[in-house]
């Protein structure tokens, strides 16, 4: 019933279907991904004098199995300068993101503080709080310390 010629298609139909699947069972597989991880996703600076030292470090690690690649740290406010890491972080290295406040500014510090990576959370929110206050102000210590107690 079957002639050569079908016999010789029947197989190269199989050969491409078998062909077919195996490169979709291999591209199935999980894809390598980068995740990044915080030491903390907050950064007290306490009650700090006027001019004092504004940079902090924001310390994290690639737990993924891709390199991460921070693509984009933006503040909120033109006071507050974050520095990406301009290099890919591998699997299971470290890397920072340094931030510095302009503690020239007699206030609260509240900001946030946005990286943007290829990570599988794509965009962290990391923020800095405390107070900056005048050169020997200790008033307001106190006063801040008497609100926290309560």
Not at 82 to 97: C, R, V
Request: with cysteine; aromatic share 6%.
């Amino acid at each position: 019933m079957f002639t050569s010629l079908n016999k010789k298609i029947m197989k190269q139909l199989v050969a491409i279907l078998f062909v077919g699947l195996l490169s979709f069972s291999i591209n199935a597989q999980e894809k390598k991904i980068a995740k990044i991880e915080f030491e903390s996703d907050t950064i007290d600076y306490g009650t700090i004098e006027k001019g004092a030292d504004g940079v902090r470090t924001f310390k994290f690690k690639n737990t993924g199995d891709a390199p991460l690649i921070i693509t984009k740290v933006k503040s909120s406010c033109g006071c507050t300068v974050p520095e990406k890491p301009e290099a890919p972080i591998l699997p299971g290295d470290t890397g920072e993101i340094k931030v510095k406040y302009d503690t020239e500014r007699v206030m609260p510090i509240r900001k946030t503080i946005t990286v943007t990576s290829n990570a599988e959370t794509p965009t962290v929110a990391l923020k800095i709080k405390g107070l900056v206050v005048e050169a020997g102000d200790k008033s307001l210590d106190a006063k801040k310390k008497n609100v926290i107690e309560q």
